[in-house]
DNA sequence: GTCTATACAGTGATAGAC
DNA sequence: GTCTATCACTGTATAGAC
């Protein structure tokens, strides 16, 4: 017999497609037990708080990925003392992406729901913000063309998207004082990873450097 | 004469500060118009809503970071057809770094703005949240270690940021459906960033690889 | 234990007097 | 321009029904 859910699952679920189609802030507890056809109080009951009912929608989503990361770790150091780098990075960085760019059902809401939660940095200021500046990258886009002939445009800007949420990321969360050293290793980074695409796929042999990774 | 500035700047000085300290959700217009000892409703008169008002403080600040961008970009553009990558890349990192990891009066407040703003998505879930992830972070800076030996373990947790910054940047804003393209190109930028510390700044010369970027 | 009804203090926003 | 008064709404807490 296939019951409805218990009422804590019809709040989580509700929840997340709540959370993924309005935001965090603009969804109200009321809403939330409204769709899941539970009473208001249901939530501070099993949650204890609105706070604590975000956490609990991501920690569901984030336990399977992390799984799914580690598994893939764990194969990508198996079998060999000399594990491969890009391996590596793609267990840390394959899951994720496949979780928020896929097409699975649960997938593809939970994309929408990180979207809000980490780009909706208070509703749409972000995107205001980077409309409002977007002219800036393109410059930048256009004086890296300059310095990197041949660099394919559609990758630099994904690499230029990497760069940014690098930077952003390191702004928020780095409590290092030592801004110098900071940026010199950003930029040292920056640098290879784009010379890296230059170098990789130019199809055109006039200075193929494959062997950069020797 | 020096008077008090006017009430529109006092509430921008305000907010700024309080926003600073508290996050934007839980600092409320009453906190703010108290503290520039202004009306509640002048909040509303001179910036329409608490979110344009948010907009309004943010907006003081990038402009000023902004335009430092781009005459330092206008400085590593001129004078050279070819001009220096790296002297770009540092012209989009260090006037965001300075601002945020300075110690310049103004510069440091805004930094905690911006941490707040772009880290504390929505209250303390993303602290709550990486630390209980943490775990996952220290194995893939274990596994790292291991393919790239002789790494320096500062340089690869800076590095380790920047990867996860990217990552979450792409995550959130990226609308391609290609997850499969995004993680090749993600994986390889990485990849790059990552082995060219290594190359470069190995103290015992055992197989300096400077040549790299010949 | 699970859930409900209800009350409460505090929020952003607004209309209209001065 | 500025202020007071008021509105609808929020998250949270509690007392009690099943």
Redesign the interface.
Known sequence: MTATPATCDRILDAAERLFAEEG??ATSLRQITQAAEANLAAVNYHFGSK?AL??AV??RR?DAL?EA??AR?DQ??AGSD?????E???????P???L????ADDGHRF?RI??R??????????R???A??AH?MR??AS??V???PGIDEL?LR??L??????????????C????RA??D?????????????VS?QKPDGASR?LE???
Chains 1, 2 share one sequence.
């Open positions: 965090f802030h706070q975000i956490l991501f920690r984030l992390n990361r580690l770790l990508a150091l000399q594990p491969d780098l890009e590596i990075l793609e267990a840390l960085v394959v994720a992406l496949a928020t760019h896929g097409n994309m990180l979207m939660a980490f780009a909706d940095r208070d509703d749409h200021l972000h205001a913000l980077s409002e500046y800036v410059r930048f004086a890296i300059i310095a990197l990758k994904r690499q998207d990497f760069i940014v949420g690098a930077l952003t990321h390191t702004m928020a969360e780095s290092s004082k030592d801004a900071i940026a290793d950003l930029v040292q980074f920056a640098a290879a990873g784009l010379r890296s695409s990789v450097t950069i990774h020797s």
